[in-house]
Each structure stands twice: as structure tokens, then as C-alpha cells.
């Protein structure tokens, strides 16, 4: 499997970065489909409304949320797996909306996939 890294969806692209997939349950606000080009967005893989509701990016949940956005992705195999094919095919980018660097999905789903 290639190198999978995380970047908030607002900042520039590195050059060469690899593939970016948008992994929110949300289109980010401000951001048009043309900027994100070709970017696939699965919004399959991102945590359930009910959990996104319960964190409310709230770093003193962060270790239950990751524990149950965890399960989530234990419960959803061929999500996990599409992101797995694209992995084993090169570089990847997941792209959230988030402030918080440390506290977002993007950081589980990474540390996720690389078990």
C-alpha cells in the first residue's frame, strides 16, 4: 500500500500529491466542484449523521469518536476496501472540511486504513 496522508480540503495542493478523495459527509462550504477537479467524493466512508452530530468537533469526545467511527468502518467493508484499491494504486490524499487538524475523521479513516 502507498502513502496515505490527510490535508484540509481549504489548503494547496503539494505538487505530486497523489489522488484526493473527499472524505466528509458534507460538501465543504466555500469550495466549488471545479475546484476540487476530479476529486472523488465518498461520502459513504465518512461518519454517520447521528456520530457527526454526537462529536460537534469536540476534542474531549475524541477518543469515543474514534472508537465508534471505528465500528463504523468495521460495519462498511467495501467502502474500506474502494479505499484500499486506491491505495494500493498509488499516493492518496484525504481531503476533509474540519479546523482541527489532530480531531477529524480524516485523521481515524487514515490511521484506519494503515493497520
Avoid: C
Avoid at 502513502?3 to 473527499?22: F, K
Amino acid at each position: 500500500m502507498h502513502r496515505i496522508s490527510i490535508r484540509r480540503v481549504y489548503e494547496p495542493a503539494a505538487e505530486n500529491e497523489g489522488r484526493t478523495i473527499l472524505v466528509d459527509r458534507l460538501w465543504p462550504r466555500g469550495i466549488s466542484h471545479a475546484e476540487l477537479g476530479n476529486a472523488p467524493w465518498l461520502k459513504d466512508i465518512a461518519p454517520s449523521e447521528d456520530l457527526r452530530h454526537w462529536f460537534a468537533h469536540d476534542p474531549a469526545k475524541w477518543p469515543e469518536f474514534r472508537r465508534r467511527y471505528t465500528a463504523e468502518l468495521d460495519a462498511n467493508p467495501q467502502a474500506v476496501a474502494e479505499l484500499r484499491r486506491l491505495a494500493a494504486q498509488g499516493p492518496l490524499v484525504l481531503l476533509y472540511a474540519a479546523r482541527d487538524e489532530q480531531h477529524n475523521n480524516a485523521v481515524v479513516l487514515r490511521d484506519y486504513l494503515g493497520q
